[in-house]
T-cell receptor, first 110, second 112 residues
Framework: EADIYQTPRYLVIGTGKKITLECSQT?????MYWYQQDPGMELHLIHY???????EKGDLSSESTVSRIRTEHFPLTLESARPSHTSQYLC?????????FGPGTRLTVT | RKEVEQDPGPFNVPEGATVAFNCTYS??????FFWYRQDCRKEPKLLMS???SGNEDGRFTAQLNRASQYISLLIRDSKLSDSATYLC?????????????FGKGTKLSVKP
């Protein structure tokens, strides 16, 4: 099992607020990822990073941004939350090919 | 054609049954293959990697057919605790989607 942590686990916030979802891993994995998943639906990749100072957008258009200043930390920021951002956000890290997921943040924007 | 295709199910089986899931992938350059398990409202967890020679882990057997671009997962003597969604996952090294492509998943429900 990988050690990957996400905070907060649950967040309810009003429209227009800026939020940052935290993701940390202690395995020293270079690759990290953010996915969005609605209940019963498939995973959508929104951002990924191959290492410090490397960030790329995924296949899902998103108003979010990420940063990778330290290997272990990969936060996701929404500048202005909207009800359409209501979803589960999953962070993952990878030593090579397989990915290990954190427990997720369930976000509700009212 | 979707890059990774799975039968969405649901597969409703009795305890003790043997159940097989299939998955096809479209990119012949794919190099690594996995099955993940996802419980309701939880994160996906790696179940097993899939190798060309086939591999087995207890009641679970995974097979890969590169020529047909087809992956399978067999679960023998199914347990109630096997109820979950099983995701077929394919790696494409250097691909634009950050390496892994996840199928939509096949839902399994094991009944007493």
């Amino acid at each position: 099992e990988a050690d990957i942590y996400q905070t907060p686990r649950y967040l309810v916030i009003g429209t227009g607020k800026k939020i940052t979802l935290e993701c940390s891993q202690t395995m020293g994995h270079d690759k990290m990822y953010w996915y969005q998943q609605d209940p019963g639906m498939e995973l959508h990749l929104i951002h990924y990073s191959y290492g410090v100072n490397s960030t790329e957008k995924g296949d899902l258009s998103s108003e979010s941004t990420v940063s990778r200043i330290r290997t272990e930390h990969f936060p996701l920021t929404l500048e202005s939350a909207r009800p359409s951002h209501t979803s589960q956000y999953l962070c993952a890290s990878s030593p090579s090919y397989e990915q290990y997921f954190g427990p997720g943040t369930r976000l509700t924007v009212t | 054609r979707k890059e990774v295709e799975q039968d969405p199910g649901p597969f409703n089986v009795p305890e003790g049954a043997t159940v097989a899931f299939n998955c096809t992938y479209s990119n012949s350059a794919s190099q690594s293959f996995f099955w993940y398990r996802q419980d309701c409202r939880k994160e996906p967890k790696l179940l097993m990697s899939v190798y060309s020679s086939g591999n087995e882990d207890g009641r679970f057997t995974a097979q890969l057919n590169r020529a047909s671009q087809y992956i399978s997962l067999l679960i023998r003597d199914s347990k109630l605790s096997d109820s979950a969604t099983y995701l077929c996952v394919v790696n494409i090294e250097g691909g634009s989607q950050g390496n892994l492509i996840f199928g939509k998943g096949t839902k399994l429900s094991v009944k007493p």
